[in-house]
């Protein structure tokens, strides 16, 4: 069955950026979203279609894709974009496959 | 702004069965695919299943396909999940989602809204 990877956690200072990466055997063949996951409350949908912003999500979310990884950055991250991020592929042959989660520590 | 509610979790013991219901309000179901996720106690996410809009299409994670069926009722704006022959590892909080959509040929292939999620525990 088809897999994903992503980094366990990544810590970054108030104000600067995080990168999340999320790497996937031909990933650049599929499309790839990104979601914000506080606990206790619903995901949140932040990228999709690898780097196209939903209505409503700051310009400090960007995401991008290049051979079999997809990055996911926050510009000027702040206390409340600590959360879980977790990266989604989908393609016809294997409809949606989520990445296991990268936890943001802003310190 | 589209909301989802879902319903029907609770305790039940393995082997046994569950339907959880997901009520959309202010938006047409019909127009949208959509999907059922859960997360699992100290887990990630993992995609469960999702229908066509009218129904006429189903897919399935397969740690629950022949186990699971995904339906709607799109004259309610209602959906639903029936969840059968239940393991300990179905244990988990599962969501309601849309999925989105710019048009009617341009498809996310993600979830834009979701429920607040209901939650189902397998235990003996």
């Known amino acids: 069955s088809y897999g994903l990877t992503q980094s366990p956690s990544v810590s970054v200072s108030p104000g600067q950026t995080a990168s999340i990466t999320c790497s996937g055997d031909k990933l650049g063949d599929k499309f790839v979203s990104w979601f914000q996951h506080t606990p206790g409350q619903s995901p949140v949908l932040v990228i999709y279609?690898?780097?196209r912003r939903p209505s409503g999500i700051p310009e400090r979310f960007s995401g991008s894709t290049s051979g079999n990884t997809a990055t996911l950055t926050i510009s000027g991250t702040q206390a409340f974009d600590e959360a879980d991020y977790y990266c989604?592929?989908?393609?016809?042959?294997?409809?949606?496959?989520f990445g296991p989660g990268t936890k943001v520590s802003v310190l | 702004e589209a909301q989802l509610v879902e319903s029907g979790g609770g305790l039940v013991q393995p082997g046994g069965s569950l339907r959880l219901t997901c009520a959309g309000t202010r938006f047409s179901s019909i127009l949208y695919w959509m999907s059922w996720v859960r997360q699992a106690p100290g887990k990630g996410l993992e995609w469960v299943a999702n229908?066509?809009?009218?129904?006429?299409?189903?897919y399935y994670a397969a740690s629950v396909w022949g186990r699971f069926t995904m339906s709607r009722d799109n004259a309610n704006n209602l959906m639903y999940l029936q969840m059968n022959s239940l393991r300990v590892e179905d244990t988990a909080v599962y969501y309601c989602?849309?999925?989105?959509?710019?048009?009617?040929?341009?498809?996310?292939?993600?979830?834009?809204?979701w429920g607040q999620g209901t939650t189902v525990t397998v235990s003996s």
């Open positions: 989604l592929a989908w393609d016809s042959s294997t409809p949606y496959v």
């Open positions: 229908i066509k809009q009218d129904g006429s299409e189903k």
């Open positions: 279609q690898d780097n």
């Open positions: 989602a849309r999925e989105g959509q710019e048009s009617s040929t341009n498809f996310f292939y993600a979830m834009d809204v």
